[in-house]
């Protein structure tokens, strides 16, 4: 491989952005069509990624990245490995068939153009995020598989059931993402590592961490959110509400298995400690077992298959946690063959649905005639689901008991695979028999074969299904061994064979599996009767709590604002003043620097006193004047001291502008009291009053120990004395006051001067205009000439 | 003196926020213009005070010849006044407003821009 | 008047080298809105020159802004001494890379707000002043942003606010005088405290200029005073900024006025705030600001929650939004009280996404209204069939807000998070997180609710009260907000680097006490 | 307030009391007073004449609306500001200007145009303000 | 009125002539021009204008005279222990009809002994008085009459 | 004895004389009857007292500008004083504040032409001298 | 006998105390009322006094730059008084209605 070509892959893998942006004007340029025109995208991509396969084969690791932000050491890179390509070639390769598929599945769809836009976008952010290297750049895909699928989930919007669950998925994967990126961030701050080549580098380091366990536990809550993981798999089976090439898409080969990926990537660093070992097969377990229950309890084709993979998913984390070896190549082999006959059994259940009008199992029945191309296909994805030959499933499983058993032998995880594994066998035979064999039945749209568009994915799909299992030893070369190895953090030397080789533990467990699932077949409506009536008896479920706990999110909100916000006034003055008081008494406090009081005795001409004096008697004559009018008045005296105290001091300025605006208050008061009609009574019941009158007290209080505090520090009035110096020599006026005003802090003064014009334009605004002149033609500023001048004429 | 002026300052802050905690606008509204004149003795105050020349440059002289009043902070109280007087004159008329509107001049009545009952937003996605 | 008198050393008092054009990029950004605020009412008969006119000086202003952040990023701190006189004597203002920053986005989302207000504001508050009154808001909040003189900074908030009155009571309906009463009042208390801190700070340092304040509030003797100014800064701007449990005001008033006014708010008004406490606590006032650091990562905390829980409280987008700010302000808290460069740098930088991102949300809303003629999530419904390029513009924007990659919200929080990790708040950093969580619940709700769902409705033909005006008139603002939105999210460095620059000088101020200070001793 | 004798009386005092507010503006420099002041006295004239005569009078003595007065004393307080662009020197730089006019010296300066610009905007907006609110509602 | 306004212009050009607005300096200059207007009477008009003038200084004499008499009343009322009152509202019979005429007889009215000017009749015919002690009412209209209306008619006509 | 001197002995005995009418005045507003009685008190006592003291600043003060800026403000003064009274006896008088019992004649009460709009025809009657408290 | 040289000071203190005691009672006039008119009556008074008070205060101090403010108070001082007389003539006199008094004792 030479090294431009992973270069090059940093632009390409920008292409289904791009392709995506041109979607609907395609859409609209050959209508639905546009499909196959826009397949070439992710074909192209296949291809690309496909020539790759030689290189990693040979065990190297390409890599490239350019900085993206370099203040945070933020990158966009990317590194390919058999994990990574794997999931490259499927992403694509999937993608390239349900582009495709949209095409003819949403024929006449008048959204179709968006939904190719969606579908492009959803490919490139999940083909950003398994190549990634960088982790933050890993995490922005992330996220953005997140957004796309909400938009995908939601297609068929006007549906209350699609916007639930695009919200729940948006809320459930999305809320885990942010665990995510609290993990690797802490991941990123504890061990320097900024990438996954860096991660991966420094295993030793991640395990030793002081961080390990929180970081263990942010990463898996993001990767169990994104993949479904019991309890939060919930969000998965609801999105069935959309479209189905989505639902293909979503649940082969992508975003469910972002998780899983996830997971395998970190194994090398994170894996191999007790904590790892137990926590994956335990919630892997749980799911598998709980999806395989709920897609027996179901009957809707799509919802059968979503539990279905609900339940694979589990099998992923399951083996991944069990971390040996032949668990891990029974991990990858799953993964593959999954994506294969789930890729195309959604495509299948689609195609039911578009031909006949339902999905509903029991509403199905003798397809096999009518649509043998489909009934071909779904045959060889539900072969490869039950895990026979001669198809990659049976290889998966196989694998997957062998290394189960030389991880632990006969064990309580042993019986949940081949458990679940039974329960997975029948569902595949229901899937086959039921609607394809069984007796005929009547559908909304009389079913036939739909359009190439339609099969050629799960044809082509079930295909590879059989090739790779049939050319196991290639595809172990080219794919797995390399994936297998990324997943396990080494080399491993891979040697799998279609037909088993004896009698081993793997070959009597499958017969074990197959016989159980038979069983299972055949009681298959007893047992559906009896999940169904155990669940109901629970009664409850993940699904149902997301809305509980939305709902009472909703509900602990609007109480929490009742409180906070409780529309009150006083309220919220009262709070203010009670912020601050506690803001300044705290400091003086804890330092222990209250106020000496030093400059109280001081001597001053007894009018000082009777001033001051009045003042404050004025003050409190406000206070308890029996009416607003009263109070008015009696503010005039203040005022007037105010002004008087202010001469005493030596500011004639302030004392004249002080007289001004006690004047002009006091007039302008008069003139909206003659407008006001009060009615004379305002009561402030006593406790009230005591209440109010403390906080003032304990207020003003704080400012006042504050004020002394500061003056009786030391003053620097340099700034000043540079005034009184200038005032004349250069700025020619003999009024420092007015000198500063106009001349060294002219500044101020001009930004006062607006604060007056905007005050005198609000008052006017708020006298000349009253809602009540707002309607009609007033509102309108597309008047002639004449209508505003005559306006402007009105406000003079 | 200063901090005989200190205490009536505090005097003022707290007739201010006495009665800005009221209901009654007109009420609060004397608490703000009680505040202006808390907060602009405050600024006078911690500028220091003397009792002394104002700061005028006398006629025949180049600079001032002995301790005149401090003159920056009468310049900042200058524009502290003339911005609170501003302010209460448009608070004034917007009380006024709303009582014409509102019909009430108890600010705890006043409820149309978060009224009283609330509404859940809808349950339903 | 007295004339001139004998000769005196000017030098000693005044700067004497010619000024260089370029420092008038400093004082530009404030003075050329008010003085076309001016003209505006002057020519108020004529309202079709006032909106014209707005257009232009904030298209001006966007030029002047960007040659003054890049002047600013290539040769440091621009100066510029009003009056000529030396500092710290007379008014500086200090352009640094975070006010040219802050300003510059002021002036791009003024503009933008300017153009929408042609579709959204009526002639009858066009001639009662509107375009007086957004000019000088403008005007105001560049003001605070590149100031460098503490009580100037006062009076630039005073301009911002009476601005905001008038913008919010302009139509007289019953709900924007109650909320206006509320807001008025509050924000008069808010202020207030600032002058007292300020007229405290003097009494203390006897400067009024920043730098020099940095300069000499180490030398102080006593630390109780200082703390007390410090609170006192702290419960101002914490009030400005719309904190928990301060935050009462905004959720009470920000629904009430024209759509435009409400986005230039949101936008704009609470970030004056965050900047205050960043120019005031974290550079004049480092010591009081570790002091106050559990109380700011508390209040930080809170303020989140309160407008998470606000937010998923809310029937009424418009008042949804008004506590999505208050998160968003939470989130700016967490990194003035982390205080690494890290942190600021992500403060800084969401604040910068918070102002468009919210303006542009708040317009969306106006388009909701225009479309829908409601914004109540119990009534509306179906503009995602009405409009399909509005409802991708809402939702691009939805999830901005949301905090979620690739827009602009994302890599802000990343850096806030990662800050508070590695010093130890991990609670701050969770609760960044969890409300991102909320968020991303509730504005999917809108989205859900409104778009997405299809009660059949025909929407009205014409809203009442609202001016017709073309689709790019009320789309295209939202638009160009949201192309920016992407842009900081995919490609951020410039943004970033700029923002780390700003954190830098915000820790260490000597680089710009010594530009500021500098300059005196030059001949 | 309807009577003869405030009405004959009120007149005189608003136009004493304009000529005292313009001399309280020149001399502010100097001496206490200054364009604040000066427009604050101003103002009240006016309100005098207004609640004397009623509102039109006033409006038609001021000729444009007073807040477009306001207007113009903020824009000229600004222009006042520019004008130090082309000498050089910082916004707001006080410009000193001797005129010789029939051998007497008239100071000029930047800084007198700022305090007029004061001056204006505080008349016209207290004018607003007063006016409004002193003429009757319309409803 | 013009007249008044000339001689102070004169008078301060007085000052300026020669370099000195001392008070006295000034006052001199006023002596001086009012004497020079005398000069120049013809040209000045026949209305008598020095002769108003003063005359009109005569008023404010008396005025001044009559604010200090009504001042110590009042001093006298207020501060007497116990002295019994008999205010009355009285209607005097206006003879002025120019407004300004009647505002000045009205401002006087006020300033100056135990009288206070209420309100002047729709008609302009009666200032309705009150008055602070009058056993004699029509004795007040009388002070009044002959007083400062006369003087008042005297002045303006 | 000096020019000066004799200046500063007019000035003080002008300081006396003033304040003691405006003390006089006060006094008035203290002990007589009803609004209209103490509108006497202030509006003579009350606007010699001030003028006198202007004048006494102005004497003291030998400086042209001085004296004819405190002539200018006794004038004012005079002029805008009993204005003020009138306005406030009026206005009072109008709406229903009567004057004391003591008032043997109201002329003004047989003649008044109410103002439009002012005093209702319910309007109760009230006396200038309303006790405090009841 | 007083020297000549303290007579003025002295004179300045009488007045001081004479203008003092003259405060005193006027603002108890403001705040006993009893009637509105009494109260704004009282208020005007004190603005009469307040220009006596600066007149001293300026022989006082020698600096005669205060005289401005009195002129000022003696030309727009009334202003508040107008003010109020057509408050009191346009709304009548319901604020002094003695069962109003009764309801509206609080603050
Ligand atoms: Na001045
Ligand atoms: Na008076």
Partial sequence: ?796 | ?125 | ?523 | ?139 | ?157 | ?134 | MIPVSQFLGICVDIAFLLLSISFIVIVYRIVTGPTLPDRILALDMLIAVAIGFIATFGVHSGFYLYVDIAIALGLIGFLSTVAFARFVLTRGSTEDIPSALDEGRDQ
Wanted: one cysteine or more; a neutral charge; charged letters at 10%.
């Fill in chain 2, 1 to 125: 003196m200063e901090g005989i002026l200190a205490l009536l300052v505090g005097l003022f802050f707290v007739s201010a926020i006495y009665m800005m905690l009221s209901r009654r606008t007109v009420r609060i509204l004397i608490g703000v213009v009680l505040l202006g004149n808390a907060v602009n003795l405050l600024i006078f105050t911690s500028g220091r005070l003397t009792i002394a020349a104002p700061p005028v440059i006398p006629l025949g002289l180049q600079t001032v010849d002995d301790t005149v009043a401090n003159p920056l902070p009468q310049a900042l109280i200058l524009t502290a006044i003339v911005i609170s007087f501003s302010l209460f004159a448009f608070l004034l008329v917007l009380s006024y407003r709303a009582f014409q509107e509102l019909g009430t001049d108890d600010v705890d009545e006043m409820r149309d821009a978060e009224p009283a009952e609330r509404r859940l937003p809808p349950m339903e996605y």
């Fill in chain 5, 1 to 157: 009125m013009t007249v008044l306004l000339a001689n102070v212009l004169l008078a301060l050009a007085w000052g300026a002539i020669t370099g000195s607005f001392a008070l006295l300096n000034l006052l001199f200059g006023f002596v001086l021009a009012s004497m020079a207007l005398w000069l120049i009477r013809e040209q000045l008009g026949t209305a008598g204008a020095v002769t108003r003038m003063w005359r009109a200084a005569g008023l404010a004499g008396l005025f001044f005279w009559e604010l200090v008499m009504s001042s110590i009343r009042v001093a006298i009322i207020v501060l007497s222990p116990h002295r019994p009152l008999k205010p009355a509202i009285v209607a005097y019979p206006l003879q002025v009809d120019r407004d300004f005429e009647i505002t000045l007889l009205a401002n006087l009215i006020t300033l100056t002994p135990g009288t206070l000017s209420l309100d002047v009749s729709e008609d302009r015919e009666t200032l309705f008085i009150h008055c602070i002690d009058a056993p004699d009412p029509d004795g007040v209209i009388e002070d009044i009459k002959n007083g400062f209306e006369r003087k008042i008619m005297e002045t303006f006509r």
């Fill in chain 1, 1 to 796: 491989m030479p090294p431009s070509a992973i270069d090059g892959t940093l632009i390409f893998a920008l292409a289904p952005f791009v392709a995506a942006a041109l979607g609907p004007w395609l859409k609209s340029l050959v209508g639905h069509r546009a499909g196959w025109i826009l397949a070439i995208v992710p074909a192209l991509l296949f291809v690309h990624f496909a020539q790759m396969v030689p290189a990693i084969a040979d065990g190297s690791v390409l890599r490239a990245g350019i900085d993206w932000i370099p203040s945070l050491s933020i990158r966009y890179s990317i590194r390919l490995d058999g994990l990574s390509l794997l999931f490259a070639l499927l992403i694509t390769g999937i993608g390239t068939f349900i582009v495709i598929y949209s095409g003819g599945y949403l024929k006449g769809h008048p959204n179709q153009g968006r939904f190719f836009s969606f579908i492009l976008l959803f490919m490139g952010a999940m083909l950003g995020l398994v190549i990634a290297d960088d982790l933050m750049s890993l995490f922005v895909f992330w996220e953005l598989t997140s957004i796309t699928s909400f938009l995908l989930i939601g297609f068929d919007h006007t549906r209350s059931a699609s916007r639930r669950a695009a919200l729940q998925a948006l809320v459930i994967t999305g809320g885990g993402g942010l665990a995510l990126l609290a993990g690797f961030l802490l991941l990123m701050i504890s061990t320097g590592a900024s990438s996954l080549s860096d991660v991966l580098a420094s295993g030793d380091a991640v395990r030793d961490s002081a961080a390990y366990l929180p970081i263990l536990i942010l990463v898996l809550g993001g990767a169990f959110a994104k993949s479904a993981q019991v309890p939060l798999h919930s969000w998965l089976p609801n999105a069935m509400e959309a479209p189905t090439p989505v639902s293909a898409y979503l649940h082969s080969a992508t975003m469910v298995k972002a998780g899983v990926y996830l997971l395998m990537r970190l194994n090398p660093a994170f894996g191999d400690t007790l904590l790892w070992e137990t926590i994956l097969p335990i919630f892997g377990g749980a799911t598998f077992l709980t999806g395989m229950v709920l897609a027996v309890r179901n009957t809707d084709l799509k919802q059968i298959l979503a539990y279905t993979t609900v339940a694979s998913l589990g099998v992923l984390v399951f083996l991944t946690g069990i971390g040996t070896e032949m668990a891990l190549t029974g991990a990858v082999l799953y993964l593959i063959a999954h994506a294969l006959f789930k890729g195309g059994l959604f495509m299948v259940a689609g195609t039911i649905d578009h031909e006949t009008g339902t999905r509903e199992i029991d509403g199905l029945g003798g397809l096999a005639g009518k649509m043998p191309i489909t009934f071909f296909a779904a045959l060889i994805a539900c072969l490869s689901m039950a895990g026979l030959p001669p198809l990659i499933g049976f290889v998966a499983k196989e694998v997957l008991y062998e290394g189960l058993w030389h991880a632990s032998g006969v064990s309580l995880a042993l019986a949940v695979a081949v458990l679940g594994n039974a329960m997975m066998f029948a569902v595949a035979v229901i899937l086959v028999f039921k609607p394809f064999l069984g007796a005929h039945q009547e559908t909304p749209k009389p079913a036939h074969e739909g359009p190439i568009s339609l099969w050629l994915g799960p044809i082509v799909l079930g295909l590879l299904s059989l090739v790779g299992a049939l050319g196991l030893e290639a595809t172990t070369h080219a794919i797995v061994g390399p994936m297998a190895s990324a997943v396990a953090g080494r080399p491993l030397d891979l040697h799998l064979h279609l037909i088993p080789t004896g009698l081993k533990p793997p070959v009597i467990l499958t017969l074990i599996t197959i016989a159980l699932g038979v069983v299972f077949a055949v009681v298959y409506r007893p047992l559906r009767r009896l999940f169904v009536s155990v669940l109901d008896g629970i009664g409850w479920g993940p699904d149902r709590g997301f809305d509980q706990i939305l709902r009472s999110l909703v509900f602990l909100a609007s109480g929490l604002s009742d409180i906070l916000q409780p529309g009150r006034m006083k309220g919220y003055v009262t709070i203010t003043f009670l912020a601050v008081t506690v803001g300044l008494l705290v400091p003086m406090w804890l330092f222990g620097e209250f106020p000496t009081f030093m400059g109280i005795n001081a001597d001053a001409p007894f009018y000082f006193w009777v001033v001051l004096g009045i003042a404050a008697a004025s003050l409190l004559a406000v206070l308890v004047a029996q009416t607003r009018l009263i109070a008015i008045v009696t503010l005039g005296i203040q005022g007037t001291m105010v002004a008087i105290i202010f001469m005493l001091y030596g500011a004639p300025d302030l004392s004249f502008t002080q007289f001004m605006v006690e004047i002009l208050s006091v007039v302008i008061l008069a003139l909206v009291m003659t407008r006001l009609n009060l009615s004379p009574t305002d009561h402030r019941p006593f406790p009230t009053r005591l209440r109010d009158g403390a906080l003032a007290l304990a207020c003003g209080g704080a400012f006042t120990l504050a004020l002394i505090a500061v003056i009786e520090q030391p003053f620097d009035p340099r700034v000043s004395e540079f005034y009184a110096e200038y005032a004349r020599a250069i700025a020619h006026g003999r009024n420092i006051v007015n000198v500063i005003i106009v001349d060294f802090r002219g500044l101020d003064t001009l930004g006062e001067i607006s604060v007056v014009m905007c005050a005198g334009l609000a008052i006017l605004a708020l006298i000349r205009l009253k809602s009540r002149e707002n309607r009609g033609p007033l509102a309108r500023p597309d008047l002639d000439q004449g209508e505003s001048l005559k306006e402007a004429a009105l406000d003079q």
């Fill in chain 6, 1 to 134: 004895m000096t020019l000066a001197e004799a200046i500063d002995i007019i000035v003080g005995l002008m300081l006396l004389i003033g304040a003691f009418f405006a003390l006089v005045a006060a006094i008035g507003l203290l002990r007589l009857d009803d609004v209209y009685m103490r509108m006497h008190a202030a509006s003579k006592a009350g606007t010699l007292g001030s003028g006198v003291l202007l004048l006494a600043l102005a004497v003291d003060s030998q400086e042209l500008d001085v004296v004819t800026r405190a002539i200018a403000g006794v004038v004012f003064f005079l002029l805008t004083a009993p204005l003020s009274a009138h306005l406030l006896a009026r206005a009072a008088y109008l709406v229903g504040y009567r004057p004391c019992k003591a008032t043997y004649q109201d002329a003004l009460a047989d003649t008044i032409v109410q103002p439009s709009g002012v005093l209702k025809a319910d309007t109760p009657v009230q006396t200038g001298q309303k006790p405090d408290r009841t």
């Fill in chain 4, 1 to 139: 307030m309807s009577t003869i004798i405030f009405r004959t009386i009120a007149p005189y005092i608003a136009a004493l009391a304009v000529l005292f507010s313009i001399f309280v503006l020149l001399r502010g420099h100097n001496d206490p007073g200054g364009g604040f002041i000066g427009g604050l006295i101003a103002a009240s004239a006016l309100s005098i004449y207004g609640i004397a005569w009623g509102v039109a009078p006033v409006r038609r003595a001021l000729l444009v609306h007073p807040i477009a007065l306001a207007g113009f004393g903020v824009f000229l307080a600004a222009f006042s500001g520019f004008l130090s662009f082309f000498v050089g020197k910082g916004f707001l730089s006080g410009l000193w200007v001797t005129l010789h006019l029939f051998g007497v010296e008239i100071p000029l300066s930047s800084v007198m145009l700022f305090d007029t610009g004061v001056y204006f905007t505080v008349v016209g907006a207290i004018t607003t303000i007063a006016l409004t609110l002193e003429e009757p509602e319309q409803e």
């Fill in chain 3, 1 to 523: 008047m007295a004339g001139p008198g004998p000769i005196v050393d000017r030098a000693q008092a005044m700067i004497i080298e010619p000024l260089a054009a370029v420092d008038w990029l400093a004082i530009a950004p404030v003075a050329l809105p008010l003085a076309g605020g001016a003209l505006c009412l002057m020519l108020r008969s004529r309202n079709d020159y006032a909106s014209r006119l707005t257009i232009i000086v904030l298209g001006l202003l966007v030029l002047i802004n960007v040659g003054l952040l890049g002047v600013v990023l290539n040769h440091g701190p621009v100066v510029m001494a009003m009056g000529n006189w030396l500092p710290p004597f007379g008014i500086l203002f200090t352009v640094d890379v975070l006010g040219a920053l802050l300003s510059l986005t002021t002036s791009v989302v003024g503009l933008v707000g300017a153009i929408y207000a042609g579709a959204d504001i009526d002639v009858g508050r066009r001639r009662f002043g509107f375009y007086t009154f957004y000019l000088l808001l403008i005007s105001g909040v560049s003001g605070a942003f590149l100031t460098g003189d503490i009580f100037n900074l006062y009076v630039w908030f005073e301009v911002l606010l009476i601005a905001s009155f008038g913008l919010m009571i302009l139509g007289g309906e019953r709900a924007q005088l109650d909320g206006a009463v509320k807001y008025g009042v509050l924000n008069l208390v808010a202020t207030t405290f600032f002058l007292i801190a300020v007229g405290l700070l003097y009494g203390l340092v006897g400067t009024l200029n920043m730098a020099d304040i940095a300069r000499s509030v180490p030398e102080l003797a006593d630390t109780a005073p200082i703390a007390a100014v410090a609170t006192l800064f702290f419960v101002a701007f914490a009030m400005k900024a719309a904190a928990f449990p301060l935050n009462f005001w905004l959720p009470a008033s920000y629904h009430t006025p024209r759509i435009v006014v409400s986005a230039v708010f949101a936008g704009l008004l609470t970030k004056v705030g965050v900047y205050a406490l960043l120019r005031v606590l974290v550079m004049l006032l480092p010591e009081s600001r570790m002091g106050l650091d559990h109380v700011f990562l508390w209040v930080a905390i809170l303020t989140m929650l309160v407008g998470a829980f606000g937010a998923l409280a809310q029937g009424d987008v418009r008042r949804l939004l008004g506590f999505v700010v208050i998160t968003g302000i939470g989130t700016m808290l967490v990194g003035v009280a982390v205080g690494t460069e890290e942190a600021l740098a992500g403060a800084v930088y969401y604040a910068i996404h918070s102002i468009l991102v919210m303006t542009a949300l708040y317009l969306a809303v106006g388009g909701m209204e225009r479309l829908a003629g409601s914004c109540s999530l119990h009534t509306t419904s179906g503009l995602y069939r009405t409009d399909p390029t509005f409802a991708a513009i809402f939702l691009i924007l939805a999830f901005a807000v949301s905090g979620l990659p690739p827009f602009s919200g994302f890599w802000p929080k990343v850096m806030l998070v990662r800050a508070s990790v590695a010093s130890g708040s991990e609670w701050a950093a969770a609760t960044i997180l969890f409300t991102g969580l909320l968020t991303t619940i509730a504005m999917a709700r809108v989205w859900l609710l409104a778009f997405w769902r299809d009660l059949g409705t025909e929407a009205p033909i014409r809203v009442a009260g609202l001016p017709t005006a073309s689709r790019v008139n009320w789309l295209g603002p939202i638009a160009i907000l949201t192309v920016i939105v992407i842009a900081l999210g995919v490609v951020p460095e410039g943004l970033m680097s700029a923002t780390m620059k700003s954190a830098d000088a915000l820790l260490d101020p000597a680089g710009y006490v010594g530009v500021v200070l500098g300059q005196g001793e030059q001949p």
